[in-house]
C-alpha cells in the first residue's frame, strides 16, 4: 500500500478502510453494537435497554460563508449523522484547533451561533479543548463529536432489506449547490441570472438531515438511514448496498431535481449524483411503508421521493437513466473538491 492508493482530496476509499483501518480496532469491547464501517455513520454502544450513539467529524468552518453560517454548517453536519440513526442527538464534545488569524469577535460569534443552534436541537455541551495553533488553518479547525442516548427499541441499525424500498430527500449535490453558490455565485449570476444564484444560495440551510431522520424515523418502517456527504447520493446508496449485503435498483428520472441544484452542477460542470450532498437523507423502508415516509416528510416541508427498490445481491446494484442500466461502482473521488479548489482560483 502507497500514498498513490489514497485520493487527491477526500475521503479515503472504502477499500482502504477494510484493508487498514477496520481490522485494527483496539480492544474488543462486547457491548459495541455497531462498529466503524463505510456507509455507517455513527457507532453505536449497548447500555442496556438503551444505547449511546456517536458520531465524530472536522469541525468545518468556512471562514468565507460568514462566522454564523458557517458554525451553522459545523454544527448540522455532526449532528446529523447521530439522527440518521434514528436516535436524537443530546450532547457536543469539540475540540477548537483554531487558526492565530481568527479574531476574538469571529470567535464569539462562531460560538454564539453553536450555543443557539444546540439549544433548538436539544444538545448540550459536555467537554471541548479550544486553542489557537501555529499551522492550524480554515477550514478544518479542529473536530467534534455528537452523542444520543435513547432507547434501544428506536435505534435504527441500518440494513437494507430486499424488498425495501429507497428514499432520497430534497435531491442530489445539495452541499455541492449550497457552497459553490455560496463561494462563486457571481458565475452563476453570469450563465443563469440573480434570482438563480440566490435561489442556490438559499439552498444553504437545506445543508442538514436532522429533521429529515427524526421525521422519517418516527413515521415507522426505516430499515437504513445515511446521510449524502462524499461521493454524493449514489456513493451513499452504494455505501448502503455493500454493507447490507443487497443489490439495489436505482432510477435516476425518480430523484427530486430542483432547478438550482441542476443549474448549478452545469455552470460547474459536476455530475450532481456523485457530488457531496449533507442534506441529503438516504433510507431504505419496508415497501408498504415508504410512501408514509415520504408523505411524512413532504408535510414537514421536505422533497422526497420513492427512486428504486432493494434487490437480491447477486442482482447487483444497477442504475437507470438516459443511457440505459449501469452497474454502479463507487464513485472514489468526489468531484465537488476538485472544482472547489479550482474556482478558488479564479474568483
Known amino acids: 500500500m502507497t500514498i498513490d492508493s489514497l485520493p487527491q482530496l477526500g475521503k479515503i476509499h472504502p477499500d482502504f478502510f477494510r484493508r487498514v483501518?477496520?481490522?485494527?480496532l483496539g480492544h474488543p469491547d462486547p457491548s459495541v453494537m455497531i462498529k466503524p464501517e463505510s456507509g455507517i455513520d455513527f457507532g453505536v454502544v449497548d447500555l442496556g435497554d438503551q444505547v449511546m450513539v456517536l458520531s465524530t467529524d472536522p469541525f468545518y468552518i468556512a471562514r468565507e460563508l460568514g462566522m454564523e453560517k458557517a458554525a451553522w454548517f459545523a454544527l448540522?453536519?455532526?449532528?446529523?449523522?447521530?439522527?440518521?440513526?434514528?436516535i436524537p442527538p443530546r450532547f457536543l464534545s469539540v475540540d477548537l484547533n483554531l487558526p492565530p488569524e481568527?479574531?476574538?469577535?469571529?470567535?464569539?460569534?462562531?460560538?454564539?451561533?453553536?450555543?443557539?443552534?444546540?439549544?433548538?436541537?436539544?444538545?448540550?455541551?459536555?467537554?471541548?479543548?479550544?486553542?489557537?495553533?501555529?499551522?492550524?488553518?480554515?477550514?478544518?479547525?479542529?473536530?467534534?463529536?455528537?452523542?444520543?442516548?435513547?432507547?434501544?427499541?428506536?435505534?435504527?441499525?441500518?440494513?437494507?432489506?430486499?424488498?425495501?424500498?429507497?428514499?432520497?430527500?430534497?435531491g442530489p449535490a445539495i452541499e455541492t449547490?449550497?457552497?459553490?453558490?455560496?463561494?462563486?455565485?457571481?458565475?452563476?449570476?453570469?450563465?443563469?441570472?440573480?434570482?438563480?444564484?440566490?435561489?442556490?444560495?438559499d439552498v444553504f440551510y437545506q445543508m442538514s438531515t436532522v429533521k429529515d431522520a427524526l421525521v422519517a424515523a418516527k413515521s415507522g418502517g426505516v430499515t437504513a438511514m445515511h446521510d449524502a456527504t462524499e461521493g454524493g447520493v449514489l456513493g451513499g446508496l452504494f455505501e448502503i448496498a455493500r454493507h447490507s449485503h443487497v443489490g439495489m435498483k436505482i432510477y435516476l428520472?425518480?430523484?427530486?431535481?430542483?432547478?438550482?441544484?441542476?443549474?448549478?452542477?452545469?455552470?460547474?460542470?459536476?455530475?450532481?449524483?456523485?457530488?457531496?450532498?449533507e442534506g441529503t437523507l438516504l433510507a431504505t423502508a419496508h415497501k408498504d411503508k415508504a410512501a408514509?415516509?415520504?408523505?411524512?416528510?413532504?408535510?414537514e416541508g421536505i422533497a422526497a421521493s420513492i427512486v428504486g427498490e432493494v434487490v437480491p445481491q447477486e442482482e447487483g446494484i444497477l442504475v437507470f437513466g438516459e443511457e440505459g442500466p449501469y452497474q454502479l461502482e463507487h464513485p472514489k473521488e468526489d468531484p465537488f473538491w476538485s472544482t472547489f479548489e479550482e474556482y478558488l482560483k479564479k474568483r
Open 21 to 24: 483501518i477496520y481490522p485494527r
Open 76 to 86: 448540522h453536519i455532526i449532528a446529523s449523522d447521530v439522527a440518521v440513526s434514528g
Open 102 to 170: 481568527m479574531t476574538e469577535d469571529e470567535l464569539v460569534v462562531l460560538w454564539d451561533t453553536v450555543d443557539k443552534e444546540c439549544k433548538k436541537l436539544g444538545i448540550n455541551v459536555v467537554t471541548g479543548h479550544t486553542a489557537r495553533y501555529a499551522g492550524c488553518n480554515y477550514p478544518m479547525v479542529g473536530g467534534a463529536t455528537v452523542i444520543g442516548i435513547g432507547k434501544k427499541e428506536d435505534l435504527i441499525a441500518p440494513r437494507a432489506r430486499v424488498g425495501d424500498a429507497i428514499i432520497v430527500s430534497k
Open 177 to 201: 449547490t449550497g457552497l459553490m453558490a455560496a463561494y462563486f455565485g457571481r458565475f452563476l449570476e453570469e450563465k443563469y441570472g440573480a434570482d438563480l444564484r440566490i435561489k442556490a444560495q
Open 253 to 277: 428520472d425518480k430523484i427530486v431535481m430542483p432547478d438550482e441544484v441542476k443549474k448549478t452542477c452545469v455552470c460547474f460542470g459536476i455530475d450532481p449524483y456523485i457530488a457531496i450532498s
Open 292 to 299: 408514509a415516509a415520504v408523505a411524512a416528510l413532504g408535510r
